[in-house]
């Protein structure tokens, strides 16, 4: 990937942390203001963190694609059903037909780093010329740096951080 990569995440350390939220919020002001953000964030309940069971929001239409399968209660495994995962990401292979000002990708995490969930939409946004903001689990930071090949920014989990990141890639 080239150093022109607008490509960056808010890096979280835990699911307590409402970055789902923050995802939400700052597309809503954005497309307030008339930059249009779109893509794909979670779900939130209405403490504005995840929602259980997972689903993931299209941040333009408001539909809601689950993306969790019920293994009972007893699993240990994950619940990401891959099936609901590739219909959302249709919203995303949407965006390079009609590119937003700014791309939403919900995660950068296990799935991508084995080549699957949204990976190839990342890619295909990014080619496209469109940049794109996601959110990555810590222990996940490394993985996230090859991926980026060193271009992608890591964002603190700061509200102004984001905007200011965000502000300084429209003006470009």
Known sequence: ?????????????????PVDGMLHSLAARMNRRGDRVAGLAMALNEQGLR???MAL???ETGQEYSIAQNLGKASQSCCLDPHGLADATSVLRAL????????????????????????????QLLDAGIPVLTVVKRKFLAQWHEFGGGAAVDLPFSEAAVQQWCDKVLQR
């Open 51 to 53: 929602r259980e069971p």
């Open 57 to 59: 929001q299209d941040l």
């Open 1 to 17: 990937m080239n150093a022109k990569l607008n490509l960056a995440a808010i890096i979280y350390d835990n699911d307590e942390q």
């Open 96 to 123: 390079l037909k009609q590119p937003p000002r700014l791309a939403v990708v919900n995660r950068f995490g296990q799935q991508e780093i084995d080549g699957k969930g949204c990976r190839a939409e990342f890619l």
